[in-house]
DNA sequence: GGGAAGATGTTCT
DNA sequence: GAACATCTTCCCT
C-alpha cells in the first residue's frame, strides 16, 4: 500500500518516527527500480524551528516546503551533495522531514556502481547524502508527488516486522541550534544507520 | 576508530 | 565573505 496525502499531512515529528521500517522506491527511466527500507529520518519544523530551511521564509530553494504535503523537497548542500525530504502538515506550514539512511533491498548493483565499486552493502547508503548519490536523486526530482504510485519516488507501508524495529530519537546531526530537540529518529537494531557511534545509543 | 581538513554551490549577512 | 540538514581522505592513536 502506498502512503498517501493523510499520511504526510500530519506534524513532521509523527512523520518521522512513522517512516521508520517503510519502504522507499526510486523509479527513473532507464536505471530500474531501486528501494529500501527507511532507518533514520529526521524532523524539521518549518517557520518555528530555527534549523530548518524555512525558519527564515520561503526562497526560491526551498519552495516546496511551503506546498503540499506527501511531495518531495530535494536541495544541494555543501557544493556536493543533494538531500531527500518529505513534506509534512498543512500547507504552509513548512515541515518536512529529512531521509538519512535506508537498508538498501532492490538494485544493489546500481546503487554500486554509482557509490564506487568498493563501497560495502553497509556504507552504500547511510547518510543523506549517500542515499541520494546511490539512488540517482538530485534536483530535478524535487517537488514530485509522491503519493501517486506514477511517481519517480513514493514510500509504500513497511513490509517488515515491526517486533523487529526498537526507533530510538536523538539530537539531529550537523545542527547546532535546538538541541533540546531530539527529533532524529532511527531503528537502533539497524546497522544500515548512518555512523556516528556515540548518538546512535538509544535516547529513549 | 576517530578527529581534522578540504572540496565547493547556494543562500544570507 | 561566511555558513551550511555532507562525505571522503589522510593521519593519529
Known amino acids: 500500500m502506498i502512503l498517501g496525502r493523510s499520511f504526510y499531512s500530519r506534524k513532521s515529528t509523527v512523520v518521522s518516527r512513522d517512516l ?33 530551511h524555512a525558519f527564515r521564509g520561503e526562497t526560491k530553494r526551498n519552495k516546496a516546503m511551503f506546498g503540499e504535503a506527501g511531495f518531495t523537497y530535494v536541495y544541494f548542500t555543501y557544493g556536493f551533495h543533494h538531500c531527500l525530504n518529505l513534506v509534512c502538515g498543512r500547507i504552509g506550514d513548512a515541515q518536512a522531514v529529512l531521509l538519512r539512511a535506508i537498508e538498501p533491498v532492490d538494485g544493489l548493483e546500481t546503487m554500486r556502481e554509482r557509490r564506487g565499486r568498493s563501497i560495502s552493502d553497509l556504507e552504500l547508503t547511510n547518510g543523506p547524502g549517500k542515499l541520494c548519490q546511490a539512488l540517482g536523486i538530485d534536483l530535478s526530482l524535487n517537488e514530485v508527488d509522491a503519493t501517486k504510485k506514477t511517481s519517480p519516488i513514493y514510500v509504500l507501508e513497511g513490509v517488515q516486522d515491526s517486533s523487529k524495529r526498537t526507533i530510538a530519537s536523538s539530537v539531529r546531526i550537523g545542527i547546532s541550534v535546538a538541541q533540546e530537540r531530539r527529533w532524529r529518529f532511527f531503528d537502533s537494531r539497524s546497522p544500515y544507520v548512518s555512523h556516528r557511534s556515540k548518538l546512535n545509543l538509544p535516547t529513549r
Not at 528501494?35 to 533514520?40: K, L
Open 20 to 52: 521508520i521500517g517503510k519502504k522507499l522506491i526510486v523509479r527513473k527511466s532507464h536505471s530500474g527500480s531501486l528501494s529500501g527500507i527507511i532507518v533514520e529520518t529526521e524532523a524539521y519544523g518549518g517557520l518555528k524551528d530555527p534549523a530548518s
